[in-house]
């Protein structure tokens, strides 16, 4: 058999691009695809020595978001952050990957009170001041359309 012949360090950066993609700890990451473009240099035709190789890289973005389902500020970055991610040029290139976190592992299944009154305790702040605060949330909320 015989050996392909290869312009010189292309066969080095094919062998490290199959170890990367053959790598279990990038299974799963955004890795960049190279794709090898002719560019005119100098002339029209584009054949011969007026053609040079350009590299176009494309590239992934993998996201993970850690969020507890209780938190209205968890709430609001994940509406605010699709909303970046449509207004992205490339949202098809993103992937999201959602996990839970619980702030506050020890909070009871149930309160008793107002939630007013568990916002005064919890931030050392007053009844009023607690009710301030959750309308500004509610506000906050309303406007990034929840």
């Known amino acids: 058999m015989m050996a392909e012949s290869r312009p010189a360090g292309q066969a080095e950066r094919q062998r490290r691009q199959n170890d990367r ?24 035709s584009g ?10 890289v494309a590239t992934a973005m993998n996201v993970e978001i850690w969020s507890d389902v209780v938190c209205p500020w968890c709430y ?41 009154e568990h916002l005064a305790r919890k931030y050392g702040m007053t009844i009023a001041q607690a009710e301030q605060a959750s309308q500004q949330m509610t506000e906050r909320a309303a406007a990034d359309g929840l």
């Open 21 to 44: 993609s053959n790598d279990p700890r990038t299974e799963g990451a955004g890795h960049a695809e190279v794709m090898q473009v002719p560019e005119l240099i100098g002339g029209a």
């Open 47 to 56: 054949l011969g020595r007026n053609q040079a190789m350009v590299a176009m």
């Open 76 to 116: 609001i970055g994940k509406r605010r952050f699709e909303r970046a991610v449509a207004s992205f040029g490339h949202p098809g290139d993103v992937t999201i990957t959602y996990r839970s976190f619980e702030l506050d592992p020890d909070a009871p299944a149930q309160r008793s009170g107002t939630q007013a």
